[in-house]
């Protein structure tokens, strides 16, 4: 699986963004696929996750702000981001896993970051 995300750029606090993650090489309908970011100095974390039989799950931080959605027809999922805040600026990865796919560990599959960076 090959995934590509997209959408990240320059925001002001309070604004919003959508991310994209365009995956290809075979369907991910039945898989976990998720989004994660990472910070400068920071740890990978999780964000959220759209699961393989269609929950979701978000991380604290972000519920109520962020949404994740999927078009399974088109093999892509997005990351809808409202109300931004300056704690959100990370690059943010799309990934494929089993599991629960809240732990970047499990993880198999990972497309290159877009980033986000949202000023004050």
């Known amino acids: 699986v090959q995934l590509q995300a997209s959408g990240g750029g320059l925001v002001q606090a309070g604004g919003s963004l959508r991310l994209s993650c365009a995956a290809s090489?075979?369907?991910?309908?039945?898989?976990?696929v998720g989004w994660f970011r990472q910070a400068p100095g920071k740890e990978r974390e999780f964000v959220s996750v759209?699961?393989?039989?269609?929950?979701?799950s978000y991380a604290d931080s972000v519920k109520g702000r962020f949404t994740i959605s999927r078009d399974n027809a088109k093999n892509m999922v997005y990351l809808q981001m409202i109300s931004l805040k300056p704690e959100d600026t990370a690059v943010y990865y799309c990934?494929?896993?089993?599991?629960?796919?809240?732990?970047?560990?499990?993880?198999?599959?990972w497309g290159k970051g877009t980033l986000v960076t949202v000023s004050s």
């Open positions: 759209f699961k393989w039989w269609g929950g979701t």
């Open positions: 090489g075979r369907p991910i309908s039945t898989n976990a």
């Open positions: 990934a494929v896993g089993g599991g629960q796919g809240t732990d970047p560990h499990g993880m198999n599959y």
